[in-house]
């Protein structure tokens, strides 16, 4: 599947454009990291893109209309790991991009969560301010942190090395997103 067809479907199910620039920074992230290990870019690309495509469409059977329409396409890869993307769910992690999509998801949105309180956004954003941000409960109450620290553990990442892996994908991408 192209980023085309992968963006088609994403526009169909998704208007919200929070929730897009949220889709589109894991999107980057996720083709950044596939760059990193030797992966397939545009296979994580899109993984990343469409991970939470039916969210707004259907919130009650999410992900379960974006992974079979991936499985319906053929992309059971990306179906696989796009069902694996909350450890919740209690899908197991097979593969390489099952683990980075869980790891980057939770973690992306806090990261963009800590650069709008900041005012210079993302320009100085440190690891340090952002692991600090991570044991207050009460910023961004809604991440779930033990996400954050099982998608690392998983991926086989150290913590303070991923967030600053992720934070400088997305200061290269700072206008585009925002922040």
Known sequence: MTREEARSILYEMTKSQSLLRHMRSIELVM??????????????????????????????QHPGIIVDKL???????????VSAHYTKWNVPY??????????CDELTGFI???CQVRPDGIASLEPKSVLKKLKDKTFAAKVERDEVYKGAELFGVELTDHIAFIINVLRENKAELGI
């Open 71 to 81: 499985r319906t396409l053929g992309e059971e890869k990306i179906a696989h790991a």
């Open 112 to 114: 963009i969560a800590c």
């Open 31 to 60: 083709e950044a990291y596939a760059g990193k290990l030797g992966e397939n870019p545009e296979e994580w690309a899109v993984a990343g893109l469409l991970h939470d495509a039916d969210y707004e469409a259907f919130p009650d």
């Open 94 to 103: 097979v593969t390489t991009l099952d683990k980075a999509l869980l790891a």
